[in-house]
């Protein structure tokens, strides 16, 4: 089994930054990709960025791209997501997760989330 467990939420202004981090513990080794979701009231969990654990591919929500960096610690098996010029729109629960799978990602574990709150 895998733990995930994210850190660093809050309450912050329009326009200011944030990082959030995402922790793994357990059998760490076979995952393949981590990546980071959303979930705002009212709406349907959804993609923010990914990365690939072996070769630090990213990819991102086009609604993030810009202003979202997701990046990893290989030796603290931590991923990151620094979030900057930040937006109402972002305010969210913000969940980690990881994949198992050797093909297109299957995020069979996931974190508790975290609360991100960004003010107008």
């Known amino acids: 089994q895998v733990q995930l467990v994210e850190s660093g939420g809050g309450l912050v202004q329009a326009g200011d930054s944030l990082t959030l981090s995402c922790a793994a513990s357990?059998?760490?080794?076979?995952?393949?990709?981590r990546a980071w979701f959303r979930q705002a009231p009212g709406k349907e969990r959804e993609f923010v960025a990914a990365?690939?654990?072996?070769?630090?591919?990213?990819n991102y929500a086009d609604s993030v791209k810009g202003r979202f960096t997701i990046s990893r610690d290989n030796a603290k098996n931590t991923v990151y997501l620094q979030m900057n010029s930040l937006k109402p729109e972002d305010t969210a629960v913000y969940y980690c997760?990881?994949?198992?799978?050797?093909?297109?990602?299957?995020?069979?574990?996931w974190g508790q989330g975290t609360q991100v709150t960004v003010s107008s």
């Open positions: 990365i690939k654990w072996s070769s630090g591919f990213r």
């Open positions: 357990g059998r760490t080794l076979s995952i393949y990709a």
């Open positions: 997760a990881a994949s198992k799978s050797i093909g297109d990602p299957v995020y069979d574990y």
